[in-house]
């Protein structure tokens, strides 16, 4: 229990395992002893049994895949957008005192605000899906970027000098390489809130996608298909998440986090 001391891998699977398995033994205690009634808060069971209904009556599995393309589409366009604007407010401060007061004054609108005038002008499709993501990341994604490239090592920076390096090779040779895993941690927590995006936008006028579906239970009251699809977004952000993390120690192994 000492601060920041690390834990073996096999001990943190465990504790994870363990919280997981407390919260559900909470969760049925609530529900399975009458503390709650089933119309607020469905059991464990029900909401599974209700899981099962949804995946083999009601294509339910098809409503996962839309959600999870217009996460990947939005945050993607957002990041190829964001990444280099980001790099180049880091490395230039000309960039930064140009682009700096806009972004962040951007980045304290609420995607969710654009949503009314996104439908005026993209209509219901996926168009106005995909912007309200871009909207929500793609502001967030260059400050953080900014912020990291700017963190530079100066040392690192003046040794490359010394060596002959030319201002644009210090970008290309320094501070990208010193960034890019800080970056990619940057992407990895963003996608995160890019769910939270995709869930409002699918909450007015769309016909598929887990934001429609827990729209369509909330009318017939069934917190069960409810909580089912909330669980369903966590786990795909638990495992986009541990996949970030390997494909991050696997690109920058020379990382030390």
Request: proline share 5%; glycine share 10%; charged share 10%.
């Amino acid at each position: 229990m000492r601060p920041l001391q690390p834990l073996p891998g096999a001990a943190k699977l465990a504790f994870g395992f363990l919280f997981f398995a407390l919260f559900v033994a909470a969760w049925g205690a609530a529900t399975f002893g009458g503390f709650v009634s089933p119309l607020f808060l469905a059991s464990p069971l029900r909401m599974v049994q209700e899981g099962w209904s949804l995946l083999t009556e009601y294509n339910f599995s098809y409503d996962i895949a839309v959600t999870i393309w217009r996460v990947v589409g939005g945050f993607v366009l957002a990041a190829i957008i964001a990444v280099p604007l980001g790099i180049a407010m880091g490395a230039w401060k000309v960039v930064e005192a140009l682009l700096e007061p806009f972004v962040s004054f951007a980045r304290y609108l609420p995607a969710s605000a654009f949503i009314p005038l996104l439908i005026l002008w993209a209509g219901i499709g996926e168009t106005q899906k995909l912007l309200v993501i871009f909207i929500g990341s793609v502001f967030q994604i260059i400050l953080m970027v900014a912020f990291t490239v700017g963190q530079t090592r100066r040392d690192l920076v003046e040794a490359a000098y010394t060596l002959g390096a030319s201002d644009l090779g210090i970008v290309k040779r320094v501070l990208i390489p010193a960034s890019a895993p800080q970056i990619a941690e940057t992407l990895r927590l963003v996608l995160g809130w890019a769910w939270t995006y995709v869930i409002v936008a699918e909450l007015i006028g769309s016909s598929s996608g887990i934001g429609h579906m827990i729209v369509d239970s909330q009318a017939m009251l069934n917190t069960g298909q409810i909580i089912f699809g909330i669980i369903v977004i966590g786990i795909i952000g638990l495992v986009s998440d541990f996949l970030f993390k390997a494909a991050n120690r696997r690109l920058f192994p020379w990382s030390l986090a």
